[in-house]
């Protein structure tokens, strides 16, 4: 698809998504807390954005309040900028439950000025991981805001940029593949030090001269059933927006965006990495 079809089809999309979705805009201080190094953060543009800062004394972190059981999360994030090469921004949800974790991250992974950012998508279900993806990012994010959303429903995983698709893991639990259900999880945020493995497999070290290394959150979105509250987050579309017929499965435009970031912008699955996985993991083969 070409660039121009592309941004109609996300103009039609929008369009239909914000007819769709009533969105629950929160502050920082009504949901989060921060988790690690309060000195790092602060409240910018007026209290209604946060900077994170990492430098050579620390990275730092933030968690939402409360965890939450499936729905949808959505931040706006603008990413470090100029060399970022060696830093990580994490948006992940985390069960908090290390032998049995349930897990969704979104992974920024920095470079040397020019050269492309990476995200890096993984799940865990059940404790088990290793199930990364990556796509390069067909804009600089570090020159603007843009959105970043996880959508957990009882049918699917699926990772978004500006409400385009780049990753949908299907529920495939009737063929005995464990998929995260039972688990609320913690929406999570850090900016860090990962120069040993982040760019080019860690050849490109942090350029300290070059720090503080910042980047920026707004427009936080959590809408999903809060933990503790109660007991049950069913999957009846009634109640929960997010299990509606329009989220079971990719709309054709959707499937279309995705279809064009699988082409033009993947960039690792492990799925296809033979060296990893002679045979492939079975939630690779189950279909979608
Ligand atoms: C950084 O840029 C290099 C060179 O273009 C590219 O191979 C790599 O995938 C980029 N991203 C990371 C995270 O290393």
Same mark, same amino acid.
């Given at each position: 698809m070409g660039f121009f079809a592309y941004i109609l089809v996300l103009h039609a999309l929008l369009l239909s998504l914000s007819l769709l979705v009533s969105a629950r805009p929160a502050t920082f201080q009504e949901d989060f807390k921060v988790t690690w190094a309060q000195d790092h953060l602060k409240l910018v543009e007026g209290g209604t954005a946060i900077q994170l800062t990492l430098d050579q004394s620390s990275g730092c972190g933030f968690a939402s309040k409360y965890k939450y059981l499936f729905g949808r999360v959505s931040m706006k994030i603008k990413l470090v900028p100029g060399d970022s090469a060696g830093t990580v921004t994490a948006f992940y949800m985390n069960s908090d439950t290390d032998a049995i974790r349930d897990e969704l991250d979104f992974e920024f992974l920095g470079n040397r000025s020019g050269q492309p950012y990476t995200v890096q998508t993984n799940i865990y279900a059940n404790g088990k991981g290793d199930r990364e993806q990556r796509v390069n990012l067909w804009f600089d994010p570090s020159l603007d805001y843009h959105t970043y959303t996880i959508l957990w429903s009882h049918r699917h995983v699926m990772f978004a940029v500006d409400e385009v698709p780049i990753r949908v893991h299907k529920n495939n639990e009737a063929r005995g593949i464990p998929y995260p259900k039972s688990q609320p999880m913690g929406v999570c945020s850090t900016l860090w030090d990962a120069d040993n493995w982040a760019t080019r497999g860690g050849l490109e070290k942090i350029d300290w001269s070059k720090a503080p290394f910042n980047a920026y959150y707004k427009d936080f979105d959590i809408e999903g059933c809060q933990v @503790? /509250? @109660?007991?049950s987050c069913t999957a009846d579309p009634t109640k #929960? =927006? =997010?299990? /509606?017929a329009q989220y079971q499965e990719l709309t054709p435009v959707q499937a279309r965006l995705y279809r064009w970031v699988r082409i #033009?912008?993947?960039?690792?699955?492990y799925c296809t990495d033979k060296s990893r996985y002679p045979i492939p993991p079975p939630e690779c083969t189950a279909g979608i």
């Open positions: @503790p /509250g @109660p007991a #929960n =927006w =997010w299990e /509606g #033009n912008h993947l960039v690792y699955d």
